[in-house]
Each structure stands twice: as structure tokens, then as C-alpha cells.
């Protein structure tokens, strides 16, 4: 066992989205998800033992922060596996923080995968996938490479992410930033509001069933019925925002304007739809073919936003 261990991991996009929670202490959610994990956004995390400090201490992006999520994370292996002295987390976060494209994600994958390795504790990466987790739900797809599901299950056993396809079918994703600025709504208290909207079992039951039709979509590497079942997905769940008891919206007057304008290129005859998380930021999905494309008009219609390109992108990779 090397005394730093560094493991890094990409974060994902999901095109059946998780919102929504049957148990929120340990992030069981109430309907199955499957993402894409993206070669472009990472988290790099190395983790130590070290004596000398009184608690666990998290240095992001070379300061120190908050390390109370990273405390009570590392406490289910201390109370799971074996109790441990304080340890340094360092890590770099390759993702606009807390602007809806999910660093959380990257970091609790990067995260498990280095304390997975610190421990010795040689998990099958399903179980890994069960630790992540619980310290953020999407983190558990984030394990896998490519198209990950994760299948809810019903208890802290069964529920974790595995592989749907390990396989690039050369889908595109680029991304707006729309804002890189914190959210107002964390993704815990949005989903928790979100299911007391009336819509809500709506959306589970259509959520089962666009699960169903991206899965065969996926297989047949059709990417015009991806987007549109992706972006009917996710359009419904920014539409519990809005129908929840406290009503509270993700998207600015700049993402209805993006939406606009990828939905009037898809009637123009390009591959172009979009996904929303939890911000402003919009995801459009297109394929190789058409990515630069579409690129360029979206930089000459919006020139004052900054535009990434992704693709599928690789698992979590833990170097001992
Ligand atoms: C997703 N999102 O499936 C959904 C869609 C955002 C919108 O998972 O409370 O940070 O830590 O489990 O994983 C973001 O929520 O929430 C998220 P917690 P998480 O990607």
C-alpha cells in the first residue's frame, strides 16, 4: 500500500435523470437513471493519512475548504470497515463547481476510488459504485465510462450504477455555460421540493418508460431519438420545479433563449437537442457529424457565452 493514493474520475450527464428521493440519508432514489459520462469535465483526488492533522481536511483547487461532506463520507468507512485517523483529501476539480454540471459527480467517484485504494479494500467497481453513492447520488454513474445505468434498487445493497454500454456511438455533447456563478438550489433540497409537485408520480411512471425506449435507443446507436427522449426527460423534471410547493426555477432568460434556438435547429434538420441540470447551464446533444457545425452557429448567435465540446468519456482510474 503506497502512502498517496490519487484516483480521478469524469463527471457524467444524465439522460434519464435522478430527482428524487426514497431515502435521503443513505441516496436512494425513487426512479433509475442513465448518464454518459463526458471525456471533457474530471475530478483529480489523492488522499493520505496524516496524524498530524486534528480532523479531516479538504483542499480543493489549492485552498482549504469546508471538509464536512468529505468528514461524514470517509465515517461510513470508518464505521463500515475499519476506524482510521484523520485524513488529507487533495483535489482538483476539472468542472465549473456547483453550476449544474455536477462535480459533485466526479469528486465522490474520485473520492471512493482514493480511499477504495487507501484501504486496500479491492472493491468490484459495482460496489465502489454503491460507496459513491452515498456521498452523492449521481456520483454512483460516474465509476463507469460511457453509458451507465443506474438501476434505483430499494435498499443500500441494491442500489448502484453498472455499465449499459461500454461503447462510443459517437453522440456529442456541448455544453453552454450559462452561468458558472454557485446555484440556488442545491440538487438535495430541489429534488426534495421537486416531489411535492403534483406532476411527480407523472414523471416517475414517464420516467420508467422513456428508461425503456433510451435503452433500445442507445443500442441502436440512434442518437435523434436519445436527444428527443433525453430532452422530454429532462423538461419534465425542470417542470416539477416549477409545480412544487415552493416553486423555483433553474433556468435564466439565456437558457430559454438556448433552448429556442437548439429546438428551431432541429426543425432546420439538425441533430440538436438539449439537457438541463441543476442550472442555468444547457447541454446539447448532437453526434460527430454534426458537432461543429452547430458549434459555429451557436457561438455566432451567442457570443458572449463559452461553449465546450465533449464525448463519452473514460471510467474512474485509481493510480496506486
Ligand atoms: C442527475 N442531477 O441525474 C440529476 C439531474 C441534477 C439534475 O444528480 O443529493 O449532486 O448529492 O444525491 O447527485 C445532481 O444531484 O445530488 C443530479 P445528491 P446530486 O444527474
Not at 169 to 197: D, F, N, P, R
Request: charged share 20%; net charge negative.
Amino acid at each position: 500500500m503506497s502512502d498517496i493514493i490519487t484516483a480521478t474520475a469524469h463527471t457524467n450527464i444524465a439522460l434519464i435523470k435522478y430527482w428524487g428521493k426514497e431515502n435521503v440519508e443513505l441516496n436512494i432514489p425513487t426512479t433509475s437513471s442513465l448518464s454518459m459520462t463526458l471525456d471533457k469535465f474530471y475530478t483529480t483526488t489523492s488522499v493520505e493519512f496524516n496524524s498530524s492533522l486534528a480532523q479531516d481536511t479538504l483542499i480543493l483547487n489549492e485552498k482549504e475548504v469546508d471538509a464536512t461532506r468529505v468528514h461524514k463520507f470517509l465515517n461510513i468507512f470508518r464505521s463500515e470497515v475499519a476506524d482510521f485517523g484523520p485524513v488529507l483529501v487533495i483535489s482538483k476539480n476539472h468542472v465549473p463547481t456547483a453550476a449544474g454540471l455536477a462535480s459533485s459527480a466526479s469528486s465522490f467517484a474520485a473520492l471512493t476510488g482514493a480511499v477504495s485504494g487507501l484501504l486496500d479494500l479491492n472493491l468490484l467497481p459495482t460496489q465502489m459504485s454503491r460507496y459513491a453513492r452515498r456521498g452523492s447520488g449521481s456520483a454512483s454513474r460516474s465509476i463507469f465510462g460511457n453509458f451507465v445505468i443506474w438501476n434505483k434498487g430499494e435498499d443500500d445493497d441494491s442500489s448502484y450504477a453498472e455499465s449499459f454500454l461500454d461503447a462510443d456511438i459517437e453522440m456529442s455533447m456541448i455544453v453552454a455555460e450559462v452561468s458558472t456563478g454557485a446555484k440556488k438550489v442545491s440538487s438535495t433540497v430541489g429534488m426534495q421540493l421537486a416531489q411535492s409537485s403534483p406532476l411527480y408520480s407523472k414523471w416517475q411512471e414517464d420516467s420508467a418508460k422513456q428508461l425503456e425506449n433510451m435503452k433500445k435507443a442507445l443500442m441502436s446507436e440512434d442518437i435523434e431519438q436519445v436527444g428527443l427522449i433525453a430532452q422530454d426527460n429532462a423538461l419534465a423534471m425542470h417542470e416539477l420545479n416549477r409545480t412544487s410547493s415552493q416553486p423555483f426555477d433553474y433556468f435564466t432568460d439565456e437558457t430559454r433563449a438556448l433552448i429556442e434556438f437548439v429546438q428551431n435547429c432541429y426543425k432546420e434538420g439538425l441533430l440538436a437537442f438539449v439537457t438541463i441540470d441543476a442550472g442555468p447551464n444547457v447541454k446539447i446533444i448532437t453526434n460527430h457529424a454534426t458537432e461543429q457545425i452547430l458549434l459555429k452557429k451557436l457561438k455566432d448567435n451567442f457570443p458572449n457565452l463559452a461553449f465546450d465540446l465533449a464525448h463519452a468519456g473514460s471510467g474512474l482510474v485509481i493510480n496506486a
